[in-house]
C-alpha cells in the first residue's frame, strides 16, 4: 500500500540556518502530496501542498518540490527561525492514487528544533 | 477565519470511566476524520465520514469505541469504558469531499488513570 518514510529527528539547527527534511513515498497513480506542521500543543496545519510532478508547493519561506522520478517532496527553508520550531509531517493523499477514500497518509514527523 | 473545534481540550479520568469527545467542523464541510497521537504510534487514522456516513473504522477498537455523526455540525468520539493505554491526543479534521486538504483542530488531550 502507500506509505511515506521521512527522516528521524530530532533536529536540532542554529537560527539563519539552512533546513533540509527528507520526505520519500510510495503510491501507485498520482498522489498529491503535503507537508503539514504541528507547533506545540496545538493541532496539525498544513503548511503546502503540490498536485503535480514538478509542481512547487511554498509558503513561510519553506518549499518542497514533488519530484516523481525520485518519489521525494523534500521541505527546504533557507533561514530558519527559532519560531519555526514544531513537529513536520510529510504526506500524501490516495484520492487519485488508487484508493477509494481520501485520506492521506502520514509519515511519522521530524521534530525540529531552532535554537537562537 | 474558519475553525475546527474540539471540546473538551483537557480530559483526566479513571480507568473504566466513559469519555466523550465532540468535534464541530468547519461549516460546509462534509468529511470528518478522527486521528489518535501517541509517542509510541505517531497519527493514526481512527475513523472517517463522509457526509455523516461513517465509511472507515477500521482503525478503532470496535469493542470500546465509537464515532458517530448526530448531525452535520457534530461530530462525537466515545470510549467506554476507557484504558490507561487510551491516554493520548486525540484530533478532529474536517474538509470537502471534492478537495484533499484536511483542517485539523487543537485536539483532546486524554489521560485515564
Known amino acids: 500500500g502507500d506509505s511515506v518514510t521521512q527522516m528521524e529527528g530530532p533536529v536540532t539547527l542554529s537560527e539563519e540556518a539552512f533546513l533540509t527534511i527528507n520526505c520519500t513515498y510510495t503510491?501507485?497513480?498520482?498522489?498529491?502530496l503535503f507537508w503539514y506542521v504541528q507547533y506545540p500543543g496545538e493541532g496539525l496545519q498544513l503548511l503546502l501542498k503540490?498536485?503535480?510532478?514538478?509542481d512547487k508547493g511554498s509558503n513561510k519561506g519553506f518549499e518542497a518540490t514533488y519530484r516523481k522520478e525520485t518519489t521525494s517532496f523534500h521541505l527546504e527553508k533557507g533561514s530558519v527561525q527559532v519560531s519555526d520550531s514544531a513537529v513536520y509531517f510529510c504526506?500524501?493523499?490516495?484520492?487519485?492514487?488508487?484508493?477509494?477514500?481520501?485520506?492521506?497518509?502520514f509519515g511519522k514527523g521530524t521534530k525540529l528544533s531552532v535554537k537562537p | 477565519d474558519a475553525r475546527v473545534t474540539q471540546t473538551p481540550r483537557h480530559k483526566v479520568t479513571e480507568m473504566g470511566q466513559e469519555v466523550t469527545m465532540r468535534c464541530q467542523p468547519i461549516?460546509?464541510?462534509?468529511?470528518v476524520f478522527w486521528y489518535r497521537q501517541t509517542m509510541m504510534q505517531g497519527l493514526e487514522l481512527l475513523a472517517y465520514?463522509?457526509?455523516?456516513?461513517?465509511?472507515?473504522d477500521s482503525g478503532m477498537p470496535k469493542d470500546r469505541f465509537s464515532a458517530e455523526m448526530p448531525d452535520a455540525t457534530l461530530a462525537t468520539l466515545k470510549i467506554q469504558p476507557s484504558e490507561p493505554r487510551d491516554s493520548a491526543v486525540y484530533f478532529c479534521?474536517?474538509?470537502?469531499?471534492?478537495?484533499?486538504?484536511?483542517?485539523f483542530g487543537p485536539g483532546t488531550r486524554l489521560l485515564v488513570l
Open positions: 479534521a474536517s474538509g470537502l469531499v471534492s478537495g484533499e486538504t484536511q483542517y
Open positions: 503510491a501507485t497513480g498520482y498522489p498529491s
Open positions: 503540490a498536485t503535480k510532478a514538478d
Open positions: 504526506a500524501l493523499s490516495d484520492r487519485f492514487s488508487g484508493g477509494s477514500q481520501g485520506n492521506l497518509i
Open positions: 461549516l460546509g464541510h462534509n468529511t
Open positions: 465520514f463522509r457526509n455523516r456516513a461513517p465509511l472507515d
